[in-house]
């Protein structure tokens, strides 16, 4: 691919500087409702990758050592940047990535609480004191920076799944480099301008843009200490391997396959229109969208029902007023959601709502698919094993909870699942038996807020700590234990020995 000089080009950043690549690999970054091509985005060459990881080791010698209070102030700078921008940062996300304007506020608005939670990060980091340990002796701990930090971020949530990442790596002392998805990258490269504007110096924030060659760089380059990953499983292990191989740290979210347990005893509107919301809004393309249903008893009564809200959900672009369900991201995106489809008739899934080929007025040319919704899904058909990542949802029979809990954990995935019932001893029961890292009771997209850390579990992560909260502090810093003594002016002497006697 060659540039085209007529279309925007988005920039690294490098050092502080917003560059031009230099590269002669350029991808276009297309608006999903329309086909038009919003810019063009760079495959880095590897010396501008290197320039990056460079200049983030050059800023980690001073920032490392920057007060704690400073480091915080820039990021209370930049969450009242990111709220002056809002309206424009979510426009330039929707164009670029398909969904709804209040969805793509919402992306903004759970990457602005990591922002927020990184300004007050002073109490999270600070280490333990045990006092006289032995005589005279103290042992205390220092959660230290590690250095360079990466980031690899997926297409879904390009503002949120980003603010995971460089905040909490920047607010904890190290320095970072952004690998943002090739597929809608503006907004991600928009909110880096504002970090460097609320006060980053230069160097401890970088971008750069690329694929396969970008992402196996940063696993592989030595100066890089830890690597933040968010995408699919295929990718992600990958990254895990090459990463941990080279003796990085590496955390790896990944694909996920959600389901939802529905009881005949919860509240029959408020779950139709929870499990519609959760399985169809942004077009089926978050991680802990609801892909699978799980009617119990009565409740399989509610099928029809379920039908017919889905098939009420408007259709549409994102900027149009009262979309519920936006295009998906790509063209390539939409073959493989209708081939998913056509699979799952194949496989013998009863196709009670049939999404594909919507007419949608004034974007004829977009990736839409709308609701569709099978219901007689086994675990060997395709439609259940493999991740849609579309407005795809897959009705499964239960005749009781525990047959129901026992299919959720027949499944490799442990990202998000859910329980509606109004049994408060049911829900106990679910959420200790259940084995997912994100349960919700009454609740179908149970992401946890930054005071917690988002806890995707068995095949849906690789590494041990989650991406933000509590635990990612751990994840960018390392421990130093320290035991100390102090000896008083007229001590006299010391024993030869010199191992601290514990007594
Ligand atoms: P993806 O794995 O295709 O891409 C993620 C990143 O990896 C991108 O930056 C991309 O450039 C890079 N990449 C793509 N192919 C690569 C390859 N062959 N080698 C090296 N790098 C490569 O994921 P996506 O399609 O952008 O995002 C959707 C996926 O992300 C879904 O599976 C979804 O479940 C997952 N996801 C998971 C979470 C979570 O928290 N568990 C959150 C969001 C998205």
Not at 11 to 19: A, N, Q
Not at 63 to 68: A, E, G, L, S
Not at 232 to 237: A, C, I, L, M
Not at 311 to 337: F, H, N, Q, W, Y
Request: net charge negative; hydrophobic share 45%; glycine share 10%.
């Amino acid at each position: 691919m060659s540039q085209n000089t007529a279309i925007p080009t988005v920039k690294l950043l490098i050092d502080g500087k917003l560059v031009e690549s230099r590269t002669s690999q350029w991808r276009d970054v297309v608006n999903p409702a329309t086909q038009e091509v919003l810019a063009r985005v760079p495959f880095a060459t590897e010396d501008e990758m290197n320039a990056a990881v460079a200049s983030a080791r050059e800023a980690f010698k001073t920032w490392r050592k920057t007060p704690i209070g400073a480091r915080a102030r820039i990021f209370l700078k930049y969450q009242q940047l990111i709220r002056e921008n809002m309206k424009e940062l979510a426009a330039l996300l929707t164009a670029e990535q398909g969904k709804t304007l209040p969805d793509a506020e919402g992306d903004i608005f759970r990457g602005l609480e990591v922002v927020e939670h990184a300004a007050n990060i002073g109490t999270l980091q600070m280490g333990e004191l045990a006092n006289n340990v032995a005589n005279g002796v103290d042992t205390y701990t220092l959660n230290q920076p590690l250095g360079v930090c990466a980031g690899i971020t997926p297409f879904n949530f390009p503002a949120m799944i980003p603010l995971w990442m460089f905040p909490m790596a920047i607010a904890t002392g190290n320095t970072f480099v952004l690998k943002p998805s090739e597929q809608d990258p503006m907004v991600t490269m928009r909110l880096a301008e504002l970090a460097i504007e609320a006060g980053i110096p230069a160097g401890v924030l970088n971008v750069i843009h690329g694929g396969v060659d970008a992402v196996n760089l940063l696993c592989d380059h030595p100066d890089i200490k830890a690597v933040s990953f968010v995408g699919s499983t295929k990718v992600g292990t990958h990254v895990y391997n090459r990463a941990t191989a080279n003796g990085k740290r590496a955390q790896c979210m990944m694909g996920a396959k959600n389901h939802a347990i529905i009881l005949p005893d919860a509240h029959k509107q408020q779950t139709l229109n929870n499990l519609a919301g959760a399985a169809f809004g942004a077009a089926g393309q978050r991680c802990m969208a609801l892909s699978v249903v799980i009617l119990v008893g009565e409740a399989q009564t509610w099928l029809p029902d379920l039908v017919e809200k889905a098939r009420s959900l408007k259709i549409g672009a994102g900027v149009e007023p009262g979309t519920d369900v936006g295009p998906v991201v790509s063209c390539a995106a939409l073959d493989r959601v209708s081939s998913l489809i056509a699979a799952g008739e194949r496989e013998g899934a009863q196709l009670v709502l049939d999404g594909r080929n919507p007419q949608v007025t004034g974007y004829a040319s977009g990736n839409f698919v709308g609701p569709t919704i099978f219901a007689g899904v086994t675990p060997e058909m395709s439609i259940y094993r493999d991740e849609i990542f579309g407005p795809v949802l897959c009705v499964v029979n239960a005749a009781s909870l525990d047959e129901a809990i026992a299919f959720i954990n027949a499944n490799p995935n442990g990202n998000g699942t859910a329980l509606f019932t109004r049994s408060g001893a049911a829900a106990r029961h679910f959420q200790e038996e259940i084995d997912v890292g994100q349960v919700g009771i009454n609740v179908p997209i149970p992401v946890p807020v930054p005071l917690f850390s988002f806890t995707g579990s068995r095949a849906s992560k690789l590494g041990d700590l989650g991406p933000y909260g509590k635990q990612v502090v751990q994840f960018y810093t390392q421990t130093k234990t320290v035991t100390s003594r102090w000896f008083d002016e007229d001590e006299v002497g010391g024993a030869v020995n010199t191992t601290i006697t514990l007594k």
